[in-house]
């Protein structure tokens, strides 16, 4: 059992990825919307969406779920493209669950130094007592040339508890969760990055669950 805080259970994520039996699900940086998908599929009382900034991978996964049902189309999932910085005004207030998953590029450099646009554009989609997932993984050899080009500090449990979690407490969430989930944690995430990942044995995982105050 790796995630570390206070009031820890035994399977922090299934526990708090529960916590609202329905709600509208907001997945940001969704990729190819493997997870908003899967999770339709398994929690019809709730409603997905996947956000990304790049149009290209939304469009397969787009397509699949505007088909009939008996096709592998679901009527409780969506997709846009936008981006972090700039989430759509439709969502304010709307998210009971907002998940970032494996991200990259500005996304990542957003959520891992605690941007401060970013934080107020999560918080105004949250609504009351909405829960924050992050889960950033990090390879500090593979990943060398990214990090160094997002100018990332090392993700330390000093940096994240000294720095990076007070930020989001700044913005309006409470911690509920932090810390290093292990490889049989991740691996069982329903996302491709997750999937494609999962050879790297010094990847880093580290989970952070807030909620909206
Ligand atoms: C490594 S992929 C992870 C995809 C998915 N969450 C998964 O776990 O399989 C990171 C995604 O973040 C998206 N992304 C990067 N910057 C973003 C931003 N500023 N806002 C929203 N999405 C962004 C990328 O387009 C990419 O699809």
Same mark, same amino acid.
């Given at each position: 059992?790796?995630?570390?805080?206070?009031?820890?259970?035994?399977?922090?994520?299934?526990?708090?990825?529960?916590?609202?039996?329905?709600?509208?699900?907001?997945?940001?940086?969704?990729?190819?919307?493997?997870?908003?998908? =899967?999770?339709?599929?398994?929690?019809? =009382?709730?409603?997905?969406?996947?956000?990304?900034?790049?149009?290209?991978?939304? #469009?397969?996964?787009?397509?699949?779920?505007?088909?009939?049902?008996?096709?592998?189309?679901?009527?409780?999932?969506?997709?846009?493209?936008?981006?972090?910085?700039?989430?759509?005004?439709?969502?304010?207030?709307?998210?009971?669950?907002?998940?970032?998953?494996?991200?990259?590029?500005?996304?990542?450099?957003?959520?891992?130094?605690?941007?401060?646009?970013?934080?107020?554009?999560?918080?105004?989609?949250?609504?009351?007592?909405?829960?924050?997932?992050?889960?950033?993984?990090?390879?500090?050899?593979?990943?060398?040339?990214?990090?160094?080009?997002?100018?990332?500090?090392?993700?330390?449990?000093?940096?994240?508890?000294?720095?990076?979690?007070?930020?989001? #407490?700044?913005?309006?969430?409470?911690?509920?969760?932090?810390?290093?989930?292990?490889?049989?944690?991740?691996?069982?995430?329903?996302?491709?990055?997750?999937?494609?990942?999962?050879?790297?044995?010094?990847?880093?995982?580290?989970?952070?669950?807030?909620?909206?105050?």
């Amino acid at each position: 059992m790796a995630v570390q805080s206070d009031n820890s259970t035994e399977k922090p994520l299934e526990n708090l990825s529960n916590h609202t039996g329905e709600g509208v699900v907001v997945d940001i940086g969704t990729g190819d919307g493997r997870f908003v998908y =899967r999770s339709a599929q398994s929690n019809p =009382r709730k409603f997905y969406i996947g956000i990304d900034a790049n149009a290209k991978p939304l #469009e397969k996964i787009s397509m699949k779920a505007t088909r009939k049902p008996s096709k592998g189309g679901l009527p409780n999932v969506l997709f846009a493209q936008a981006a972090i910085e700039d989430l759509p005004a439709e969502l304010n207030a709307a998210a009971d669950e907002i998940h970032i998953h494996f991200p990259w590029g500005s996304l990542l450099r957003a959520v891992a130094l605690g941007d401060e646009n970013a934080l107020r554009s999560l918080r105004r989609i949250a609504a009351p007592e909405c829960l924050l997932e992050i889960i950033i993984g990090i390879d500090e050899e593979r990943d060398r040339t990214e990090i160094e080009r997002l100018d990332l500090p090392k993700l330390s449990e000093e940096y994240l508890q000294k720095t990076l979690i007070p930020k989001y #407490e700044a913005a309006g969430f409470e911690t509920l969760k932090s810390g290093v989930l292990s490889s049989v944690e991740w691996s069982r995430l329903e996302t491709s990055w997750a999937r494609k990942l999962q050879s790297g044995a010094n990847r880093k995982v580290i989970y952070l669950a807030f909620q909206a105050g």
